[in-house]
């Protein structure tokens, strides 16, 4: 009878031991198969709500706050400086932030460096391409969306724009020139303008482009100004990848004979330029920061948790996983059939039907003259990572505007 009660008693005991190591389990959020109440997100930004980019990228925080509520606590940090951004970094860190996005080229080797101080923390970097370099880190990640796509389409509506003007003899064939104000001669911005022109001369055969660098992505200034420099040049479309409205500024107060026609970045910009801005595209951060976000709830990998084309710690897509959108068509200066052209354009990309750097065109590396490129054979843009890589300028097509 004795050993029977102890028995019991045994039993009773290592019952409620286990029962009380399960509630600390669950409540720490590490048992399999659950999900943490609350995540807290950070984020670090180049810009603030009044520049394109950073505006854009807000919209995935805003996401978040409506997908999750008050389970999500988010802190943003606004015009962070690229010479110290660590001191941002550890400061979210230090708030016990789970996961921490930053949002510009410039903040990866420091957010790099802060992924191996904090191992605990997830780090995502947009639009960088060190992830999986030496050392790779389970908790840093690169993402960025296949842009090139989104451009070509509307280099695609603003050929079409220009064999209209030719047509109806606003211009002249020789005149169908493109301008595009680009913040450096480096991948992102080379392979965006390329596509541009790539798009255009599917429907203007003829047209060609002027670049003009700013050096600095966000100065109004500098980019009006430079949109002002390719208008004098004789450029009758201006598109961009900087970070302010100054080029669709510079569009709607050009007094010319003919209206020089904006197509924007990041942000629809019709509001600034109602009689000139022709249509956009935009990155959709949304799809990834809900992802990560959603991984870190379930404590789970977040490139497991991605509809994207995935690249070991980098992941990127494009129409096919909305991470790319067109813009709003201006409808009132659009060419005719330019919505259907959008569509059919778009669905082609989701059916892997368009290749965008293939031609009868050959180009260079800016910073080495010997490395050069036949696009003969297909240049495959974000084969190996989300971040672009053609850095070629073509030969007799574009011309660089110092």
Same mark, same amino acid.
């Given at each position: 009878?004795?050993?029977?009660?102890? #028995?019991?008693?045994?039993?009773?005991?290592?019952?409620?031991?286990?029962?009380?190591?399960?509630?600390?389990?669950?409540?720490? $959020?590490?048992? !399999?198969?659950?999900?943490?109440?609350?995540?807290t997100a950070g984020f670090i930004y180049v810009g603030d709500e009044?520049?394109?980019?950073?505006?854009?990228?807000?919209r995935a925080a805003e996401d978040l706050?409506?997908?999750? @509520?008050?389970?999500?606590?988010?802190?943003?940090?606004?015009n962070v400086a690229y010479d110290d951004?660590?001191?941002?970094?550890?400061?979210?860190?230090?708030?016990?932030?789970?996961?921490?996005?930053?949002?510009?080229?410039g903040y990866g080797e420091a957010m790099k460096k802060m992924a191996a101080q904090y191992p605990k923390i997830q780090f995502c970097q947009a639009t960088c391409e060190d992830a999986n370099q030496e050392p790779v880190l389970p908790n840093y990640h690169n993402f960025m969306g296949e842009i090139y796509e989104g451009v070509y389409v509307t280099g695609c509506v603003a050929g079409r724009k220009l064999q209209e003007m030719i047509d109806k003899g606003s211009i002249r064939e020789e005149e169908a020139m493109l301008g595009y104000v680009g913040a450096f001669p480096v991948a992102e911005v080379i392979s965006a303008y390329t596509?541009?022109?790539l798009g255009a001369r599917t429907e203007c055969p003829v047209a060609r482009m002027k670049v003009c660098y700013t050096g600095t992505w966000s100065n109004y200034m500098k980019e009006k100004e430079c949109a002002e420099?390719?208008?004098g040049e004789g450029c009758v479309v201006i598109s961009q990848d900087t970070d302010t409205v100054g080029p669709a500024v510079a569009c709607e107060n050009a007094a010319l004979p003919y209206p020089v026609i904006h197509v924007s970045y990041n942000?629809?910009?019709?509001?600034?330029? !109602?009689?000139?801005?022709?249509? $956009?595209?935009?990155?959709d951060w949304s799809p990834y920061v809900c992802s990560a976000v959603d991984a870190v709830f379930r404590d789970v990998s977040i490139e497991d948790e991605l509809d994207a084309h995935i690249h070991g710690k980098d992941a990127g897509a494009g129409f096919s996983g909305g991470w790319v959108e067109m813009l709003e068509l201006n409808r009132v200066i659009?060419?005719? @059939?330019?919505?259907?052209?959008?569509?059919?354009?778009?669905?082609?990309?989701?059916? @892997?039907?368009?290749?965008?750097?293939? #031609?009868?065109?050959? @180009?260079?590396?800016?910073?080495?003259?010997?490395?050069?490129?036949?696009?003969?054979?297909?240049?495959?843009?974000?084969?190996? $990572?989300?971040? !672009?890589?053609?850095?070629?300028?073509?030969?007799?097509?574009?011309?660089?505007?110092?």
């Open positions: 009878m004795k050993d029977e009660k102890s #028995g019991i008693l045994l039993t009773v005991l290592t019952s409620f031991l286990v029962l009380l190591v399960f509630i600390s389990i669950r409540m720490s $959020g590490d048992w !399999p198969g659950t999900e943490r109440e609350k995540v009044s520049t394109p980019y950073t505006a854009n990228f807000m706050r409506t997908r999750y @509520g008050s389970r999500v606590r988010i802190l943003e940090r606004f951004p660590s001191t941002v970094i550890r400061e979210l860190a230090e708030e016990k932030c789970d996961i921490i996005f930053a949002n510009s080229y596509s541009f022109l420099k390719l208008i942000q629809d910009m019709i509001s600034v330029a !109602p009689t000139t801005s022709l249509t $956009g595209c935009r990155i659009a060419p005719e @059939g330019a919505a259907k052209l959008i569509n059919d354009t778009v669905e082609a990309f989701k059916n @892997g039907k368009v290749h965008v750097f293939l #031609g009868d065109y050959t @180009g260079r590396d800016p910073e080495d003259p010997a490395d050069v490129t036949d696009l003969r054979t297909e240049y495959k843009e974000n084969s190996k $990572g989300s971040a !672009p890589t053609f850095h070629y300028v073509l030969d007799e097509v574009i011309e660089v505007v110092e």
